[in-house]
């Protein structure tokens, strides 16, 4: 069997990618993943040993531009023509087909696949994107809610709507090009009846009504057999644990002074420094011997050995940070973020910065809480529940000749 792992995003959206193709290929299988042909992208799947298909421009390019809102219809016109030349090509042998990442390419992906007649599914890594009667909707950039509008109903109602007129008529201008029906609301063809949720349930409980018939597999983590850079590592063994600080595939262009900041307010409790350089490139602001700059590492190695992590909130960095038992900060910059930055709190396992644009009051604030003993061990008692077989799980289902959780299969 031979299953296409499609996505296009960020970082967080291909990580997860390498899990599902690793256990996948455990199980007998073959995989490769679509994504957006960034070089970071293709060293991680390289050294995992997964094919990469390049779809599109570079996400990283995309991200840094930071277009207008207004820009998203024709942003998204290019990614689902996109996806059905690159992912047509590359299904064409396969399957079974996976469809995650940014809402079009989903939906241009699980249009080849209807095309082609391969069973598909849906994966979010987040619940936000999936309707339910607990909770609102996320609003998109440029396209805020009506303050009066507070049923979450009819918020749910003009979630669809808006992602109609953003989408809509890119995503049937290609189906009809390519022979299929035009759809009539873009979110609902995307997340189908039996959408999956790629999350941890302690970390992400699912909160919605059974009606949906949401596939909860646990979240996908891929191991990582790369050592620790040898300069890190000595780093770490030279003096008591330091503090992590990285905001991952975010521009943080909110918070252009966010290194400078992190670094103060982590010195300011007397910690040692290890700063992620990511997609903003974060570089420390003098010389000293107490901060370490990292480029690409195993981070549930690192985060195994640091006394907390201060990040963005995205749903990877978060699950793994939880998984590694590392007391969390988040300062979280946009979409589903806010989010995780609850989840952490609730769970007793770190603090969350209030806004994008950490200052050294407030920050310091946060490390005070995630430094103390109390939440150090919420944080190691949390990390004995994470479950580690997400992976397994959805590989599992994917490859079940009954296919009765995907499109097309049995039931």
Sequence with gaps: MRVLLSTYGSRGDVEPLVALALAVRELGAEALVCAPPDEDFGRRLAAAGVPLVPVGPSARALTRAAPAPAALPERAAAVIAAQFEVVTAAAADCDVLVATGMMPAAAGALSVAERLGIRSVSVTFQQLTLPSPLRPPLAYAGRPFPPDVTDHGALWDLDAENIDALFGA????SRVRHGLPPVNGVRDYVVGDRPWLATD????PWQGTEDLGVVQTGAWLAPDVRPLPAGLTAF??????????????MPLHAAPDAARVAVEAVRAQGRRVVLGGGWAGLTPADDRDDCFLVGEADHRALFGRVAAVVHHGGAGTTTTAARAGAPQVVVPQAVDQPYWAGRVVGLGIGAAHDGPAPALASLSAALET????????????????????GATTAAKLLLDPGGAALRGGAG
Excluded: M, Q
């Design 370 to 389: 995630a430094l103390a003993p109390e939440t150090a061990a919420r944080a190691r008692a949390v990390a004995a529940r994470v479950r580690t077989d």
């Design 201 to 204: 349930p302690v970390l992400d």
């Design 236 to 249: 770490l063994d030279a003096g008591e644990p330091p503090v992590y600080v990285g905001f991952g595939s």
């Design 170 to 173: 890119a995503l049937n201008t």
